[in-house]
């Protein structure tokens, strides 16, 4: 999918369970200043964390870890019934200070909602509008994380609504 995107691999990947179809979006903000400051993260081993994408300001999108592959995303985490978000889940890192007073930008929405587009057609992807959660929906313990905070998921609906 990198078709468009400038592609950075992180080496904070592995392969994803057997028969884990991909159903779900997890929405991040990076907690950084920059794309630059979370692509240096997400390419130092130790850290161990990684997204599919990162989003910066400007809407550049940035491809970190290729589709086929669990990014480090999640951490301990469910949705419903199921553990282990990272195998079933697409993570999109939001350059976004995550303290409530940085707006997220309209290039942002756009980025998101074109990814997301592209997921459910050159992919295949089966992600339900429900489906596409924030980190603090799925972080266990409950309160463990509070991002993206102030992303307005009913605006991202709306843009993905639109033909």
């Given amino acids: 999918m990198e078709d468009g995107y400038v592609a950075i691999h992180s080496p904070n990947h592995n392969s994803r369970p057997f028969f884990s179809a991909v159903d779900c979006v997890v929405l991040h903000a990076t907690v950084t200043e920059t794309a630059d400051d979370a692509v240096r993260i997400f390419l130092n081993r130790r850290s161990k964390v990684s997204a599919h994408f990162v989003v910066a300001r400007d809407g550049r999108v940035i491809q970190m870890v290729p ?4 990014a480090w995303h999640g951490g301990t985490s469910r949705l419903g019934r199921r553990a282990n978000v990272n ?15 940085q707006p997220y930008t309209d290039r942002q929405y756009k980025a998101v909602a074109a990814i997301i587009r592209r997921l459910r057609t050159e992919q295949h992807y089966r992600i339900p509008p429900e489906r596409i959660v924030s980190h603090r929906a799925i972080a266990l313990p409950e309160g463990r994380k509070s991002d993206p905070r102030g992303f307005d998921f009913f605006r991202l609906r709306r843009l993905l609504a639109r033909p």
């Fill in 67 to 70: 589709l086929g592959k669990r």
């Fill in 87 to 101: 195998d079933f889940s697409v993570g999109i890192e939001i350059v976004n200070r995550n303290d409530g007073s």
